[in-house]
């Protein structure tokens, strides 16, 4: 086999495994681009885009023996530092009269309350409970789909799930876009304008940020 045959295998065996590599990457990051892609335009004009919040709440009273039970847990909390998990018995009974998940959760204990944040992507919530009456209460803020999907991609208040997904999405699209590259400088001596068209990419972002961010 000839010096240029086996150059030109070699060339066919990268460019095959780099269109290989792309395709699955693109694959992979899609679904992903397109709304990294639409939250980043909605993040950019969020002044334009009003926003109403729905704000809903609920009110209640916990019997005698959950409260009781509660101040005995109370110096347990305040020996860390005033922040635990709420009882099982309070998340039962919270799941039960309203269908609220606050397991997991650290609440803020002090003398006379239980105060507990529950932010979430799209909105926001709490729960407050005092100890020396029993009255509980709950509120909730909804800022709807919007704000939900401009907070996915901020990563706010989205857990440990999400925060995975936008790491692995993020290499795919470094996979992405590294083959992409390679594939390019293969064919750019067909393809005239390559190079080009890759400066200008890297050029115009640098000469805005330095022309007009201050």
Avoid at 30 to 47: E, P, Q
Avoid at 198 to 207: A, D, H, R, S, T
Wanted: one cysteine or more.
């Amino acid at each position: 086999m000839t010096p240029a045959a086996t150059a030109n295998r070699r060339r066919a065996y990268w460019l095959k495994t780099l269109h290989e590599w792309h395709w699955v990457s693109s694959a992979l990051c899609l679904i992903g681009m397109v709304l990294f892609s639409v939250t980043g335009f909605t993040l950019n004009h969020a002044a334009s885009i009003e926003a109403k919040p729905k704000v809903s709440s609920l009110t209640g009273t916990i019997d005698d023996a959950l409260r009781g039970h509660l101040a005995q847990q109370l110096p347990a909390a305040k020996a860390h530092k005033g922040k635990a998990e709420p009882p099982a018995e309070l998340q039962a009974w919270v799941q039960k009269q309203w269908a609220i998940d606050i397991s997991g959760r650290e609440a803020e204990w002090s003398d006379d309350e239980i105060y507990l944040s529950l932010p979430r992507p799209g909105g926001d919530a709490w729960l407050r409970l005092g100890l020396s009456d029993g009255q509980i209460e709950y509120e909730r803020t909804d800022r709807g789909w919007l704000s939900y999907f401009n907070d996915l991609h901020k990563g706010r208040n989205t857990g440990v799930a999400w925060s995975w997904f936008i790491d692995i999405f993020a290499a795919a699209a470094l996979v992405f876009s590294v083959t992409g590259l390679f594939i390019l400088k293969m064919h750019a001596g067909n393809r005239p304008f390559t190079w080009p068209m890759v400066g200008m990419g890297f050029v115009v972002p640098v000469l805005l940020a330095l022309l007009f961010i201050h």
